[in-house]
């Protein structure tokens, strides 16, 4: 399984961040994983940001979920991150990574992760 | 939400040591427990999983063990290639959380 995280590098605040993680190596639609994201701002430790299951079902950060939004695309193998109303303290890298579903096994492989600033 | 508090925030060791890292949890979350290795400007990388099971993979100088509320991580031998932070994070209970990380620096 092979993740990779892509969209803008800044942000201004107040609008959204808008981020996918391409997936190869596995079908997206295979039922395998929990689909997640999870940010670091630089020189701080991982947060935990929310996760898809193919079906559709989410679970989100609650101290993030009023804005935010997982989404996945089948057709193109990949899942969605938007964050809405931004601040410079959603100023972090974000990683896509996935869990087994079958083993929960904890967050077996991740993307190289992606930086974004908020600024304007 | 489920805190996580990792011990000590930094350990200094010499190649060879036996290096050892707590992480407790603010309440009982059975063996649902991942411990995860960062080296500098890279993605975290899964070691354990369930408390004490290898990734595979993963140097079997890496050892892990607890349940319930307290658990360590163990290098059994420490590598240079070891230098980096880890981080224990449960997943018994949502959010998922993390640990603040423990950085390893070699001596």
């Known amino acids: 399984v092979q993740l990779q995280e892509s969209g803008p590098g800044l942000v201004k605040p107040s609008q959204t961040l808008s981020l996918t993680c391409t997936v190869s190596?596995?079908?997206?639609?295979?039922?395998?994983?929990?689909w997640s994201w999870i940010r670091q701002p630089a020189g701080e430790g991982l947060e935990w940001i929310g996760h898809i299951y193919t079906s559709g079902r989410t679970n989100y950060n609650p101290s993030l979920r009023s804005r935010l939004t997982i989404t996945v695309d089948t057709s193109q193998n990949q899942f969605s991150l938007k964050l809405s109303s931004v601040t410079a303290a959603d100023t972090a890298v974000y990683y896509c990574a996935t869990i087994p579903v079958a083993t929960s096994q904890g967050f077996d492989f991740w993307g190289q992760g992606t930086m974004v600033t908020v600024s304007s | 939400d489920i805190q996580m508090t990792q011990s000590p925030s930094t350990l200094s060791a010499s190649v060879g040591d036996r290096v050892t890292i707590t992480c407790r949890a603010s309440q009982y979350i059975s063996s649902w427990l991942a411990w995860y290795q960062q080296q500098p400007g890279k993605a975290p990388m899964l070691l354990i999983y369930k408390a004490s099971n290898l990734q595979s993979g993963v140097p079997s100088t890496f050892s892990g063990s607890g349940s319930g509320t307290e658990f360590t991580l163990t290098i059994s031998s420490l590598q240079p290639d070891d230098l980096a932070t880890y981080y224990c994070?449960?997943?018994?209970?949502?959010?998922?959380?993390f640990g603040q990380g423990t950085k390893v620096e070699i001596k």
């Open positions: 994070q449960q997943y018994s209970d949502y959010p998922y959380t």
């Open positions: 190596g596995v079908s997206i639609s295979a039922d395998t994983y929990y």
